[in-house]
């Protein structure tokens, strides 16, 4: 059964940081782009980052670049969302998704196969 499993969403202040996990399971995250995506209450869900299947391409939203990274750890299986200099408009619930050979289409939430429950990250001013 193929899996994604969020976590490490919490409560931070305005300017700390935080990590976010994706673990798989089920099926090797080798031959899959990984994406990060986030929605807050009352708005769409939007692209926050991606990393390629093959070469490890990574992409980010403008309003996240600089302060997001995204890595994967081949051995664990693992996606990570490193978030620093957190600011309250980062308050949103992010998911991470799976995308089949992805290395095109990483922005387009339509694109991927699957995707997580999602964790809630929260950031007081």
């Known amino acids: 059964q193929v899996q994604l499993v969020e976590s490490g969403g919490g409560l931070v202040q305005a300017g700390g940081s935080l990590r976010l996990s994706c673990a798989a399971s089920?099926?090797?995250?080798?031959?899959?782009?990984m994406g990060w995506f986030r929605q807050a209450p009352g708005k769409e869900r939007e692209f926050v980052a991606a990393?390629?299947?093959?070469?490890?391409?990574?992409y980010y939203a403008d309003s996240v670049k600089g302060r997001f990274t995204i890595s994967r750890n081949g051995a664990k299986n693992t996606v990570y969302l490193q978030m620093n200099s957190l600011k309250p408009e980062d308050t949103a619930v992010y998911y991470c998704?799976?995308?089949?050979?992805?290395?095109?289409?990483?922005?387009?939430?339509?694109?991927?196969?699957?995707w997580g429950q999602g964790t809630q990250v929260t950031v007081s001013s």
């Open positions: 089920g099926w090797l995250l080798s031959t899959y782009a």
């Open positions: 990393i390629s299947w093959n070469v490890d391409n990574t």
């Open positions: 998704a799976a995308q089949k050979y992805g290395s095109t289409w990483l922005k387009l939430a339509t694109k991927y196969d699957y």
